[in-house]
């Protein structure tokens, strides 16, 4: 009985990990608005190693359409507007000698429909890799019954990973709407 709830917390444990890393993948997904966050998976080479640009600068926000950079070495104004350059988000940074600014355009009709497509993929990922937990899972419990441990617990079991995978597939879909509608949001 103990290992059957070691197994669905454990289902739960790496379930709530998917949904984690969802939020993660939709945050660096801009909606026209200017956020820290695009600049997420950006890294930059600093001193022979990449580095997070968070590291190696404060990121703010002065109005909805802009972001500031400003490197804690000013040495590093020109390798971080070329790592920006060379990124796929898009953006043409500015280096005035203090700071990098980044000007975030107005997302176009096109664009907003290939981001809510983007979403929608981040969201099946997140799907699929939710119901290969719960496939996992349920071989761990087969294995179990195997070994002796009662058919009905087991049963119980499986129906309780069947609502948790649902219950987190029901929160990826939110998290995907909430998404589309902030991106369509003009």
Do not use: W
Not at 34 to 42: H, I, K, N, V
Not at 54 to 68: E, N
Not at 84 to 94: A, E, H, K, T, V
């Amino acid at each position: 009985m103990e290992e059957i709830e070691f197994y669905l917390d454990d289902t739960k444990e790496s379930m709530d990990k998917g949904i984690r890393h969802l939020s993660i993948e939709l945050a660096k997904i801009r909606a026209g608005r200017a956020t820290p966050q695009m600049l997420d998976g950006l890294f930059v080479e600093y001193y022979g190693t990449p580095t997070a640009l968070s590291q190696i600068s404060s990121i703010s926000t002065p109005d909805a359409r802009t972001l500031a950079i400003k490197p804690f070495e000013k040495g590093l104004l020109n390798v971080i507007e070329k790592a920006i350059r060379n990124s796929d988000l898009g953006l043409n940074p500015q280096n005035n000698g203090e700071i990098v600014i980044l000007s975030v355009p107005a997302l176009t009709e096109e664009r907003r429909k290939d981001l809510c497509k983007r979403v929608r993929g981040e969201g099946e990922e997140a799907k699929i890799a939710i119901r290969n937990i719960r496939k996992n899972t349920n071989e761990e419990l087969k294995k179990l019954q195997k070994d002796g441990a009662a058919e009905d617990l087991i049963k119980s079991a499986e129906e309780k990973v069947q609502k948790l995978t649902d219950s987190f597939i029901m929160s990826v879909d939110q998290n995907c709407d909430k998404k589309e509608k902030e991106i369509m949001t003009v």
